[in-house]
């Protein structure tokens, strides 16, 4: 079951601009993550959000938490061709047995030079 | 370096054959995980383990098969009773209790001639 949609599935953009990925999710959580993937690579963590929070930020990187729409971005500000990558948002559900997180399809993102 | 480390990085398997997947750790964490990926889909979970000697299944345990005898280890067995076995493999591991951010290897990638 995929807790997480990411929207886009894919973007394309210029090295320079700004980057934004949205997650959507259907039931309540204690936290959201965004992970970046090198194609071919294991996924590296990137940020997370708990869900008292509204807001974090880590160098570039702006992640919102919105839990009454049950949505969260990513935005990645002055991008970089090596930014190009797979996004995925993860959560971890407040029901259920715990300590798992189910991931999203990613945003494929692209950063042209 | 502290990390998790996956082998072999790529395998071929005839049709009918089990194939193990190793998944070794470092960190010094109790919980471990894997994934399965298939293209332009996110993850899904097979099969996770909270402590050693103990395992949960996750959302598509059918035909794979865990075994957590150490802490540092979470091997992987494919069966002949996996019907699309070929993807890509991915391990992670992460504190227990209050998840958190998970470390993933570098994955497996499987393929069924």
């Known amino acids: 079951s995929q807790q997480g949609e990411e929207d886009p599935q894919a973007l394309s953009i210029q090295e320079g601009e700004n980057a934004t990925m949205n997650c959507s999710y259907k039931t309540s959580i204690n936290n959201l993550q965004w992970y970046r993937q090198n194609s071919g690579r294991g996924l590296v963590h990137l940020i997370l959000i708990r869900s008292n929070e509204r807001e974090k930020h880590s160098g570039r990187l702006r992640v919102t938490l919105d839990t009454s729409k049950k949505s969260s971005s990513l935005l990645i500000t002055a991008s970089r061709a090596a930014d190009t990558a797979s996004y995925f948002c993860a959560t971890d559900s407040i029901r259920g047995y715990g300590n798992k997180l189910v991931f999203g399809a990613g945003t494929i993102l692209r950063v042209k030079s | ?113």
């Open chain 2, 1 to 113: 370096d502290g990390g998790i480390t996956q082998s072999p990085k790529y395998l071929f398997r005839k049709e009918g054959q089990n194939v193990t997947l190793s998944c070794e750790q470092n960190l010094n964490h109790d919980a471990m995980y894997w994934y399965r990926q298939d293209p332009g889909q996110g993850l899904r979970l097979i099969y996770y383990s909270q402590i050693v000697n103990d395992f949960q299944k996750g959302d598509i345990a059918e035909g794979y098969s865990v075994s957590r005898e150490k802490k540092e280890s979470f091997p992987l067995t494919v069966t002949s009773a996996q019907k699309n076995p070929t993807a890509f493999y991915l391990c992670a591991s992460g504190p227990p209790r209050r998840l958190g951010e998970l470390f993933f290897g570098e994955g497996s990638r499987l393929t069924v001639l």
